[in-house]
């Protein structure tokens, strides 16, 4: 395993879209159930993430979208049904099999899980140092590289209390995506930041999809955030990688709303403004104007 991650963060991998389009999906759910106790969260779930694209996860709180997150990274196990990931069914790996298959996996956690006693250079290199042969100065210098591409290199030493909320968030994506995972799960990644620092992490993710061809999932409360991801793409101008509103041919993005234990809605982003259902434009009509 260890050598697979160091290949990975080693090597760029920037692979051809066409390679991805005839890979397994990155992530299957098919038939899957899940409670705690008598808590029914999820009911007979299917969906599934073709590799290179982006899912975005809405859902009123408590609905069960960490809990989607948990069971793909193999934290919980489903009480029926399978789930597969990068073509491997998880939900019967021993704990050892786990290890290897989320190694391949980034996950940006709800409440972030920086170290607190370690520098922001020790979080975002925690994993290529601990789980990887990486030499020290190579995990240096893609710990500078990751920090680069959130705008935060300048804080590479600095402790995480003494940053801000969005720059913690933006040290939690670093760290997130310093091994090149080839699946990247975001759970609510702009909650609490202002919409300018938002719109910072918003790009990160956009870039990631569309430059790095990185597959995600990316859950969130924040129905103009996961607009305008869903909405823009990563292109490269005047040198730069720059984030505009995206063309007909982008990569495109789809939806999925979690309710009452089902998806209730999967598609893109104009068919879900375009819903009549009553659910959907409840949840979505109260948090866009007009009121
Ligand atoms: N460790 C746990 N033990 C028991 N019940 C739990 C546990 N974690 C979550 N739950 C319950 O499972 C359901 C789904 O929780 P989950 O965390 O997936 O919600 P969520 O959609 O992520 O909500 P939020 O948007 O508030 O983060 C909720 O009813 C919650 O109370
Ligand atoms: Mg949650």
């Given at each position: 395993?260890?050598?697979?991650?160091?290949?990975?963060?080693t090597?760029?991998?920037d692979r051809?879209r066409?390679?991805?389009?005839?890979?397994?999906?990155?992530?299957?759910?098919?038939?899957?159930?899940?409670a705690?106790d008598?808590?029914?969260?999820?009911?007979?779930?299917?969906?599934?993430?073709?590799?290179?694209s982006?899912?975005?996860l809405?859902?009123?709180?408590?609905?069960?979208?960490?809990?989607?997150?948990?069971?793909?990274?193999?934290?919980?196990?489903?009480?029926?049904?399978?789930?597969?990931?990068?073509?491997q069914?998880?939900?019967r790996?021993?704990e050892r099999?786990?290890?290897?298959?989320?190694?391949?996996?980034?996950?940006l956690f709800?409440?972030?899980a920086?170290?607190d006693?370690?520098?922001?250079?020790?979080?975002?290199?925690?994993?290529?140092?601990?789980?990887?042969?990486?030499?020290?100065d190579?995990?240096?210098?893609?710990?500078?590289?990751?920090?680069?591409?959130v705008?935060?290199?300048?804080?590479?030493?600095r402790?995480?209390?003494?940053?801000?909320?969005?720059?913690?968030?933006?040290?939690?994506i670093?760290?997130?995506m310093?091994?090149?995972?080839?699946l990247?799960?975001?759970d609510?990644?702009?909650?609490?930041?202002?919409?300018?620092?938002?719109?910072?992490v918003?790009?990160?993710?956009?870039?990631?999809?569309?430059?790095?061809?990185v597959?995600?999932?990316?859950?969130t409360?924040q129905?103009?955030d996961?607009f305008?991801?869903?909405?823009?793409?990563?292109v490269?101008?005047?040198g730069?990688?720059?984030?505009?509103?995206?063309?007909?041919?982008?990569t495109?993005?789809?939806?999925?709303?979690?309710?009452?234990?089902?998806?209730?809605?999967e598609?893109?982003?104009?068919?879900?403004?375009?819903?009549?259902?009553?659910?959907?434009?409840?949840?979505?009509?109260?948090t866009?104007?007009?009121?």
């Open positions: 395993m260890g050598a697979a991650v160091l290949e990975r963060a090597s760029q991998v051809p066409a390679e991805q389009d005839v890979a397994a999906p990155a992530v299957v759910f098919d038939k899957v159930s899940f705690f008598d808590n029914v969260v999820l009911r007979d779930v299917s969906f599934s993430v073709p590799t290179g982006m899912k975005i809405l859902g009123a709180s408590g609905a069960g979208k960490s809990v989607v997150l948990k069971l793909i990274l193999g934290l919980l196990r489903p009480d029926s049904g399978a789930i597969h990931v990068s073509g069914r998880i939900d790996m021993t099999e786990l290890v290897g298959m989320r190694a391949d996996i980034g996950m709800q409440e972030n920086l170290f006693s370690l520098t922001v250079a020790d979080n975002v290199g925690y994993r290529l140092s601990e789980e990887t042969e990486m030499p020290r190579q995990v240096r210098s893609r710990v500078g590289q990751v920090l680069g591409f705008g935060l290199e300048q804080h590479i030493d402790m995480p209390t003494e940053l801000s909320g969005g720059e913690r968030r933006r040290v939690a670093a760290r997130a310093a091994a090149r995972p080839n990247l799960l975001f609510d990644p702009t909650s609490g930041l202002d919409p300018i620092i938002a719109t910072t918003d790009d990160e993710i956009v870039k990631l999809r569309d430059h790095q061809h597959t995600s999932i990316v859950v409360h129905i103009r996961a305008y991801v869903a909405t823009h793409e990563a490269h101008q005047d730069r990688l720059r984030v505009v509103p995206a063309s007909a041919t982008a495109p993005t789809s939806f999925m709303v979690l309710h009452e234990g089902r998806i209730c809605f598609g893109t982003a104009a068919a879900l403004l375009a819903s009549q259902d009553t659910y959907l434009r409840k949840f979505l009509f109260m866009l104007p007009p009121w």
